[in-house]
């Protein structure tokens, strides 16, 4: 059926949503009643009229600012750069933090389009400039754009009077996983050791030198991030 599936496709392109999923839902829908699907469409509309990004540190909000920069007993000298408002929701969960955050609505990802002007950079650097920040806490997610991002960051404010440190995550950049517990049930069949024996790229005559990841990512950082040369 035509209708069945456009509906099926609507809700398979939802993240998170696979095709067997997006059928289930779409199954329920056509059991709901009238006025249930009008009461669905309407919260939907006006989410999407009402809610907006903070007008000071981009989480989501009804108002011109969210309940956490309006609120007074949190310490604005702490900023927590994380990726989207659902990083800051996780954050919430922990009660354990009483700064404020900046959502920077993304990360650094060249290939998929996604470069510095496209995230919400520039009002970090104004935030601190205005307000008495002392310390920026980078809370990004530990992969490779995650990274980029974070170290890009870390050279943009380095000339500001501010501690900038980023949360641990499993195993730091620079540790060594051989210091890591490996899981008891995988133990026997782990593949300890992998190496790409890249000596034999030289012999046929390859004459560029070899960096590490870390490496990479500095000099992508520092002589194309920094320069806004992204290819």
Do not use: W
Request: contains cysteine.
């Amino acid at each position: 059926m035509k209708k069945l599936d456009e509906l099926v496709d609507v809700f398979a392109k939802l993240p998170g949503i696979g095709r067997k999923s997006a059928m289930r839902i779409a199954f329920d829908i056509l059991d709901k009643e009238s006025y249930e699907i009008d009461k669905m469409i309407n919260t939907i509309k006006t989410a999407h009229e009402v809610i907006k990004p903070c007008s000071i540190c981009g989480n989501l909000t009804e108002n011109d600012m969210c309940d956490i920069c309006s609120n007074g007993k949190r310490n604005k000298t702490v900023i927590c750069v994380v990726e989207g408002t659902r990083d800051v929701i996780a954050f919430e969960k922990s009660a354990t933090y009483n700064g404020v955050y900046h959502v920077l609505g993304g990360k650094i990802d060249p290939l998929n389009g996604v470069t510095i002007d496209d995230l919400n950079i520039d009002k970090l650097i104004n935030r601190i400039d205005i307000d008495n920040v002392e310390e920026v806490i980078l809370a990004l997610n530990p992969d490779l754009e995650g990274e980029t991002t974070a170290l890009y960051l870390t050279r943009a404010l380095k000339n500001k009077d501010i501690k900038v440190s980023q949360i641990a995550s499993g195993i730091p950049i620079g540790g060594n996983i051989e210091f890591i517990d490996i899981p008891e049930d995988i133990r026997a069949s782990y593949q300890y050791f992998t190496e790409a024996n890249m000596s034999k790229l030289k012999q046929i005559g390859y004459p560029c030198n070899f960096y590490s990841l870390e490496e990479g990512i500095d000099d992508y950082v520092s002589n194309y991030l920094l320069q806004k040369r992204y290819f």
